[in-house]
């Protein structure tokens, strides 16, 4: 059995390397997992996904994963994590609209994972894959990571519970980490580009309405993550951005230049409401832009696509 002082634990020498427990592997861990089988030290830990569906098993098998089977909606599955891993990466969202009843501000799904967690030896380290949204509309100013939160959405305020409930293990010894995370792209993820969007003619806001909006590459996040499971320093939140600090609007100017599409129209809010969906309308009522200073120093990420004209060439 693992020893409860050690993350290591009393095991024989063939299970002592490292082991780093994903929740939520999905495009973001699979880069996670690439990245730990080819780069430096390549197979010298050993890694593990929760997966709710059976069938996904062969498919991280496949990957270099070791599948477990558990829900983050039915707690009495993760008693299984408890003790398994040095290290948890833990991408998975909050559940939808709906899901939590009267506590619909919740994340049960983050305190049942710390919960599970908590039940044996604590992990070293943990790393929790929050949004920018936590920062809510700040106008455009520049954003550091001491800037209170202020939710103004449902999504966001589960975010912060989550936040929450992950520093609370961090008080127990865990190291942890939060990163807020911005857009998410890349030319090889699915959605992970404008250009459905662009073809689809959807508008976006005149400039003088535009919001600044922020963005990361996949690959770069999957960087960050794996720096912070390492570096990050306890209780601490780093904005996970590149340095681009570009409105809305331009930014898909820019990828229609790019595709060789038309620029999409522009709308004014007042009309906009009429136009858009819910959701891309949240969006375009938060404007800020992200201080990335922390993450460059302090976890020592190079970004390989600075800017989302180069991510987007990628």
């Not at 997966?51 to 558990?70: D, E, H, K, M």
């Not at 829900?71 to 290290?87: E, I």
């Amino acid at each position: 059995m693992p020893s409860n002082q050690s993350p290591l634990g009393a095991l024989p020498a063939r299970f002592r390397r490292e082991r780093l427990l994903i929740v939520g592997c999905g495009d973001v861990g699979q880069r996670v997992v690439r990245n730990l089988q080819t780069g430096p030290g390549a197979g010298r830990m050993r890694v593990l996904a929760l997966t709710s569906s059976a069938g996904r098993v062969p498919v991280l098998r496949t990957q270099g994963a070791v599948p477990l089977v558990g829900n983050l909606d039915d707690a009495a599955t993760l008693r299984r994590l408890s003790g398994v891993a040095t290290r948890v990466l833990h991408l998975a969202p909050p559940p939808g609209e709906g899901a939590g009843g009267n506590a619909w501000w919740r994340d049960p799904r983050t305190v049942a994972l710390t919960q599970a967690l908590r039940l044996r030896s604590l992990p070293a380290s943990l790393v929790y894959a929050s949004t920018s949204g936590v920062y809510g509309d700040c106008q455009g100013a520049l954003v550091p990571e001491t800037r209170a939160v202020a939710p103004a959405t449902p999504r966001a305020q589960r975010r912060v519970n989550a936040e929450r409930a992950v520093r609370h293990l961090g008080r127990a010894g865990v190291r942890a980490s939060v990163l807020r995370i911005p857009g998410i792209y890349a030319p090889d993820r699915e959605g992970g580009t404008p250009e459905a969007r662009l073809r689809r003619g959807t508008p976006v806001l005149v400039a003088e309405d535009d919001v600044f909006t922020n963005h990361i590459h996949a690959d770069d996040l999957a960087r960050a993550c794996m720096a912070a499971l390492w570096r990050g320093r306890p209780q601490r939140a780093y904005n996970v951005s590149d340095s681009t600090h570009m409105k809305m609007g331009d930014y898909f100017d820019l990828a229609a230049d790019l595709y060789d599409l038309p620029r999409p129209p522009r709308v004014p809010r007042s009309g906009a409401q009429e136009q858009l969906s819910l959701m891309l309308l949240s969006f375009m009522s938060e404007s800020r832009r992200l201080d990335n200073r922390r993450m460059l120093q302090e976890l020592g990420v190079r970004l390989r696509y600075p800017s989302v004209a180069k991510g987007l060439r990628a």
